[in-house]
């Protein structure tokens, strides 16, 4: 039930007993709820714990007359605003609507009361008093709504940033490239300098790769083509592709697949792709000569792909946020900066397209990580 459709209270304040069930009668219903007091004090008490739609306030009472009740009530954060019936029992002469309006009264009513009048006028400040609640709660959702979109806005020009120095980096590496290549003859040297950049060049379309995927991920554009393929041949497409980052950490990868040949069903260049990128990242989040390994095993239903480093680990907090987009948490050297944070989030939709599950392992910063991911053996619509 949203807050709009609880019951809403109405005060009702009079002397008389008889009067309060009078009037509970004429108003209480399943959305009306009556809180009766029989003094201005009990009534201050009931507007300490309740939000109220509408106050009846007898004008004549003992000790605290209505319109003092009303000044109490005026004075009252919480009270100020509820609008206030007067209920007067003799004819109310000019000075004392008078009165009665400049201690906030919205209306008059006499005693004998007209049930049809009380009730459509209650009606109204009930309805009035429920689209105040809808604009509250509205106007919360908008808070709420407008602090994500703050927050999505600002990781958004975070992310433009790092973007600009990963585009960057590899554009003035192949600029100087051009530049030495120009001044130079010598074939040794030129063919030294192509090599260089190419490295770059892989590395620029592999950044706006990842960049178009999520995008087309994102629009649900991205279709897998499935076919047999095995574990076997998959872990070793993505060794090939992780060896020069291992190579260049001067890292030391080990490799165990099951002896027989596992079969499953998925697109080849995808799953490779969510391997390579578990060894990369094993590569680049762990300091020179280090050691990586990645277990593959297999069972009736499924496949366990776990690769396990001895690098820079991860902390607790981080760990919540690792999966997604944009998510990169400051290393204790410089590798963090290295990356755009796209990876995970892209293998994780990569392994859920595929029915799989991933999740990563790590006592804490400086002891490691493990990246466990599930796959199923067979087709799982077949
Ligand atoms: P990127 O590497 O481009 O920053 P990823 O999505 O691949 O983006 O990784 C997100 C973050 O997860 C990295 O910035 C890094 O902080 C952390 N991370 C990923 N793999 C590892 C790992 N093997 N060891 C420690 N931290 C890792």
Redesign the pocket.
């Known amino acids: 039930m949203s807050i709009v459709d609880t019951p809403v209270n109405i005060l009702l304040v009079d002397d008389l007993e008889e009067n309060l069930i009078a009037l509970e009668a004429l108003l209480a219903n399943e959305d009306v709820v009556c809180l009766k007091a029989r003094s201005g004090e009990e009534a201050l008490e009931l507007l300490l714990v309740h939000d109220v739609a509408l106050a009846l306030l007898d004008v004549q009472m003992p000790t605290m007359d209505g319109f003092q009740l009303a000044e109490f009530m005026r004075g009252n954060v919480n009270a100020r605003d509820i609008p206030l019936i007067f209920l007067t029992a003799g004819s109310a002469d000019s000075p004392r609507r008078f009165r009665g309006y400049e201690a906030g009264a919205v209306d008059f009513i006499q005693k004998p009361i007209e049930a049809d009048i009380l009730r459509s006028k209650a009606r109204v400040f009930i309805e009035l008093y429920r689209r105040k609640l809808q604009i509250l709660t509205q106007r919360d959702a908008l808070e709420v709504y407008a602090n994500t979109l703050r927050q999505a806005d600002q990781r958004k020009n975070e992310f433009i940033a790092i973007l600009g120095h990963e585009l960057r980096n590899p554009i003035m590496a192949l600029n100087a490239g051009f530049k030495l290549l120009e001044k130079t003859d010598d074939p040794a040297r030129q063919q030294a300098l192509h090599e260089r950049m190419k490295v770059q060049t892989h590395h620029l379309s592999r950044l706006i790769e990842d960049l178009l995927d999520v995008a087309r991920i994102d629009k649900g554009k991205i279709s897998l083509k499935p076919q047999a393929v095995s574990l076997q041949d998959i872990v070793q497409s993505a060794v090939d592709i992780a060896t020069p980052k291992m190579q260049a950490g001067d890292h030391t990868l080990t490799v165990s697949t099951p002896d027989q040949t596992v079969w499953m069903y998925g697109d080849f260049t995808r799953m490779s792709q969510i391997v390579s ?2 060894l990369t ?2 590569a ?3 300091p020179t000569k280090g050691k990586v390994h990645l277990e593959a095993t297999a069972c009736e239903d499924h496949v366990t792909i776990a ?1 396990q ?1 001895n ?4 902390a607790p907090h ?1 760990r919540n946020h ?2 997604d987009l944009f ?5 204790p050297d410089a ?2 900066g ?10 994780k939709k990569l392994v859920e397209m595929h029915h799989g599950s991933i999740e ?1 392992h ?1 006592e804490g910063t400086g002891k ?2 493990c ?1 466990t991911v599930r796959l199923p053996v067979q087709n799982p619509q077949a």
Do not use: E
């Not at 290295?338 to 293998?347: C, E, Q």
């Open positions: 990128n578990l990242n094993a680049k989040y762990t690769v480093d690098g820079i680990g991860i981080a690792i999966f998510a990169q948490s400051k290393g590798r963090a290295d990356g755009l944070g796209i990876g995970l989030a892209l293998v990563v790590s490691g990580s990246f």
